[in-house]
């Protein structure tokens, strides 16, 4: 089985790694390839995909800047990548399947953290693909009120008109508001690639979080980025990237395998990646 990653700036990502490991838990030989456009020219994202579908891989998955390109495509969509309009995992049959395992991914590490509790008032900070998937997961949580912080006006302003189809309460907010936003809500999630290896830095900028606020950081490169440094100081709950890079790798490595591995078995796998990432990442 023939899978790979698209993006840029990947070249510090563990995918490899996680699927390779899953590969070797559920014996299911594959390969599995970065394809990082960062400084590459000649090949576009589309030209990219089709190269890959052409020889013979099972699918790939999406990243930074990619994830809203990717679902135009796609032939056939599933309901989440339908409704958030991006797409992190490409399945190639006759057909190329969109699917949104950040979406899932999520759901399971928030209720892998909080139980059933419903989330209240959270800041999610930047509007791309991760930020759709994950401003959806939280209205599927029926959450109480979402402020956005996205610099760019028109995506901010899409992807709220595009929460007020399902009901989920979502405003827009500048810089000028941040400071008093912060001081309002429950919970921070940082869907911008500030804080990465090669986008340094905290998405908050000067402003400090507060001992009350839980932290969640889709940034994983590093596991402990300067916004959860920010948290962990001030005594806050911090929340790394590494459990959504966990949880969404288990569910894409599953539809990369369809029926050949059981869902309960896969689950089972959770416990001991998290010991071993948080081991090799988290310091």
Sequence with gaps: ?????????IQSSKAPDIHK???NLFNIPLSYQ?????????IDFSDQLLKLKNTGFTGVNITFPFKEESIKYADLINQSSLNVKSSNTLIFKENIIAENTDYTGFLKSYEFHFKKNKPKKILVLGGGGVGRAITFALGSL???HIYLYEKDEFKGKSLIKDLELFEINCALINCKQLEKIISEVQGIVNCTPVGHYDFPGCPLGELIPSNHHWIFDVVY???KTDLLKKGEQVGA??????????FQALDSFLLFCEERVDKNQISKQMHFLRQHYFKVLFN
């Design 1 to 9: 089985m023939k899978l790979g990653l698209i993006g840029k700036n």
């Design 21 to 23: 490991r899953l590969g």
């Design 34 to 42: 970065i394809f990082d456009l960062k400084d590459n020219n000649k």
């Design 142 to 144: 029926d959450v109480e």
């Design 221 to 223: 490169t590093p596991a």
């Design 237 to 246: 709950k911090i929340i790394s990237g590494i459990d959504l890079f966990i």
